[in-house]
């Protein structure tokens, strides 16, 4: 196997490995889809925000932040993706990562042959609920402070580059742009995937599991950025429905970012869900891990 060879790790295997646990042992993904379960509400208050009598409160703060235009159909609809994003946000700093400690707790347990017990599931895993807001706080402040930097850097230099281009390339520069955030993602997850493994699985301190992901990162760069760029690759089409939305949007209907956030909420659970038992599978494979019950 070529792959594994280049790599010094079977990739495929592994793949196979969360694949078959997924489909055999379906409740490794039940707290993905709590996640899931409250995007959608949180889509639907979205939704009907600019209504009574949630508009009494989300109103106010729509017209002050974004204008009185948004408060109204089809203003409000065009609103929804970002007001979306803010709510998933918060989402995942109040309860995505320790979900996802819960799953890994689970493929952990199912690989040494440990009964899953819910209770001791949960109460394990909001013992160390400080240090999974930890990593969910720096993970998001990380992610904005590289779209920031990326996005001011590729527009000042694709200013410069934009009258030497044909004319079909400058329209593409927003997916272009979308493509380069989307493969900076995979590499900064390449780094910092195996922190709530590292903390579930070795019980080690949130600064302990930075530090011991970001080095196997760096040591097992290639494994890893395969192990986990292929399913991202499965979100790629969201993301570029996205960034066309509004282009789709001037030749349908405003309600099309409704379906592309539901969508986008559907995929997002089994993608993610995949990747962090991957991620579970590689710490649980590399030799040398202390894996304590």
């Known amino acids: 196997d070529r792959m594994r060879s280049a790599m010094g790790y079977n990739v495929r295997k592994n793949w196979v490995e969360s694949f078959t646990l997924m489909v055999t042992r379906p409740i490794v993904i039940l707290p993905f889809i709590i996640v899931a379960f409250l995007e959608g509400i949180a889509l639907e208050l979205v939704y009907f925000s600019p209504r009574r009598p949630i508009s009494y409160?989300?109103?106010?703060?729509?017209?002050?932040?974004?204008?009185?235009?948004?408060?109204?159909?089809?203003?409000?609809?065009?609103?929804?993706?970002?007001?979306?994003?803010?709510?998933?946000?918060?989402?995942?700093?109040?309860?995505?990562?320790?979900?996802?400690?819960?799953?890994?707790?689970?493929?952990?347990?199912?690989?040494?042959?440990?009964?899953?017990?819910?209770?001791?599931?949960?109460?394990?895993?909001?013992?160390?609920?400080?240090?999974?807001?930890?990593?969910?706080?720096?993970?998001?402040?990380?992610?904005?402070?590289?779209?920031?930097?990326?996005?001011?850097?590729?527009?000042?230099?694709?200013?410069?580059?934009?009258?030497?281009?044909?004319?079909?390339?400058?329209?593409?520069?927003?997916?272009?742009?979308?493509?380069?955030l989307f493969l900076s993602s995979i590499i900064l997850q390449v780094f910092l995937l195996l922190v709530i493994p590292i903390i579930v699985m070795e019980k080690k301190m949130i600064l302990k599991a930075f530090w011991g992901s970001i080095v196997l990162g760096f040591r097992n760069f290639l494994s890893i950025f395969a192990l986990i760029s292929v399913p991202f690759m499965i979100y790629l089409p969201i993301v570029l429905l996205r960034t066309g939305s509004d282009k789709i949007i001037a030749k349908t209907f405003?309600?099309?970012?409704?379906?592309?956030?539901?969508?986008?909420?559907?995929?997002?659970?089994?993608?993610?869900?995949?990747?962090?038992?991957?991620?579970?599978?590689?710490?649980?494979?590399?030799?040398?891990?202390?894996v304590k019950k």
């Open 57 to 180: 409160l989300v109103n106010p703060l729509v017209k002050k932040f974004f204008g009185e235009g948004f408060v109204h159909y089809p203003g409000s609809l065009l609103l929804l993706p970002k007001l979306f994003y803010y709510a998933q946000v918060a989402i995942y700093l109040l309860v995505g990562a320790l979900l996802a400690a819960i799953t890994v707790a689970m493929v952990r347990n199912l690989r040494m042959g440990l009964p899953l017990k819910a209770n001791a599931l949960i109460k394990n895993a909001l013992k160390r609920y400080t240090s999974f807001l930890t990593y969910a706080l720096v993970l998001v402040a990380l992610m904005f402070l590289v779209k920031k930097v990326e996005v001011y850097v590729f527009v000042r230099v694709f200013r410069k580059l934009a009258i030497h281009l044909p004319q079909i390339i400058v329209e593409m520069s927003p997916f272009m742009l979308a493509l380069l």
């Open 254 to 290: 405003p309600e099309v970012n409704i379906l592309i956030a539901a969508a986008s909420t559907i995929v997002t659970v089994f993608v993610e869900c995949f990747i962090m038992i991957c991620g579970s599978h590689f710490l649980l494979d590399k030799e040398g891990t202390k």
